[in-house]
């Protein structure tokens, strides 16, 4: 509701990086830090518990990452999908990178990997015949639990 009703503009500047330098995780919606590599909710997720491990070095592709860097963001890829299985009971997971804007990067010049929750028949007539997406609780909601998950 907050983006919907918000009148202003876009911040500038790379949201994944400022989310990162932010003194308040939860205002952020960043979920747990590594030393290289961060997981983060999305802000406009297709689904419930739709989040993001991003590589902390602003850069945006997997040949310029160093292994470790790719370790770490793998590694909590496997930790993110291991919470969202005990908090959503999700039948699949849909895990990508979209790199570069012809392939779909919102945020082309920092490297992250999607971790999307599936259900099954969770496709929705929404997208398609009103462009709305429903999620049934907010990313506040979302935030509590995926990160009590992640402490367990």
Same mark, same amino acid.
Request: charged letters at 20%; aromatic letters at 6%.
């Given at each position: 509701?907050?983006? *919907? @009703?918000s009148t202003g503009s876009p911040?500038? &500047?790379?949201?994944?990086?400022?989310?990162?330098?932010?003194?308040?995780?939860?205002?952020? #919606? %960043?979920?747990?830090?590594?030393?290289?590599?961060?997981?983060?909710?999305?802000?406009?997720?297709?689904?419930?518990?739709?989040l993001m491990a991003a590589i902390?070095?602003?850069?945006?592709?997997?040949?310029?990452?160093?292994?470790? !860097?790719?370790?770490?963001?793998?590694?909590?890829? $496997?930790?993110?999908?291991?919470?969202?299985?005990?908090?959503?009971?999700?039948?699949?997971?849909? *895990?990508?990178?979209? $790199?570069?804007?012809?392939?779909?990067? &919102? %945020?082309?010049?920092?490297?992250?990997?999607?971790?999307?929750?599936?259900?099954?028949?969770?496709?929705?007539?929404m997208p398609v015949v009103g462009?709305?997406?429903?999620?049934? !609780?907010? #990313?506040?909601?979302?935030?509590?639990?995926?990160?009590?998950?992640?402490? @367990?």
């Amino acid at each position: 509701m907050r983006y *919907v @009703s918000s009148t202003g503009s876009p911040p500038s &500047g790379c949201f994944l990086c400022t989310a990162l330098e932010a003194r308040d995780d939860r205002d952020a #919606l %960043v979920l747990q830090r590594g030393k290289l590599a961060f997981l983060i909710l999305n802000a406009y997720p297709y689904a419930s518990g739709h989040l993001m491990a991003a590589i902390a070095r602003h850069h945006g592709s997997l040949e310029d990452a160093a292994p470790d !860097e790719l370790a770490e963001a793998i590694g909590l890829v $496997q930790r993110a999908i291991v919470a969202l299985r005990t908090t959503y009971h999700p039948d699949g997971f849909n *895990v990508g990178v979209n $790199q570069g804007r012809a392939a779909g990067a &919102g %945020v082309p010049d920092h490297l992250h990997v999607h971790v999307v929750p599936r259900w099954n028949g969770d496709a929705s007539f929404m997208p398609v015949v009103g462009d709305t997406k429903v999620l049934p !609780e907010t #990313l506040e909601t979302t935030y509590e639990r995926l990160s009590a998950a992640l402490r @367990s």
